[in-house]
């Protein structure tokens, strides 16, 4: 646990170094598997029309739903990994 922590922890340090924007649907992914993976399930309410960032960043995260804090960290840190290869 303390090791995927660490390798967590890392993965938001280096996914600063990304040389390329990633696209809007991989952004989107790092956003939903790091809010399961420090917070846990989705909370709170849906936001409206108005907002469509919110409602996606919100919906990205609410697809994870039931997913454990560890396997969204290991997701997010192989995210991370795949992205900087490209």
Same mark, same amino acid.
């Given at each position: 646990?303390?090791?995927?922590?660490? !390798?967590?922890? !890392?993965? !938001?340090?280096? =996914? #600063?170094?990304? $040389?390329? @924007?990633?696209?809007?649907?991989?952004?989107?992914?790092?956003? *939903?598997?790091?809010? !399961?993976? %420090? =917070?846990?399930?989705?909370? &709170?309410? @849906?936001? &409206?029309?108005?907002?469509? =960032? &919110? @409602?996606?960043?919100?919906?990205?995260?609410?697809?994870? #739903? &039931?997913? %454990? $804090?560890?396997? *969204?960290m290991k997701r997010y840190v192989a $995210? =991370? $990994?795949?992205?900087?290869? @490209?």
């Amino acid at each position: 646990m303390a090791d995927l922590k660490t !390798q967590f922890e !890392q993965a !938001q340090k280096d =996914v #600063k170094t990304l $040389k390329a @924007r990633p696209s809007n649907e991989d952004l989107l992914t790092l956003y *939903a598997l790091y809010k !399961q993976g %420090s =917070v846990g399930d989705v909370s &709170g309410s @849906r936001p &409206g029309m108005l907002d469509p =960032v &919110g @409602r996606a960043k919100y919906d990205a995260w609410a697809r994870l #739903k &039931g997913k %454990s $804090k560890d396997e *969204a960290m290991k997701r997010y840190v192989a $995210k =991370v $990994k795949e992205l900087l290869a @490209r």
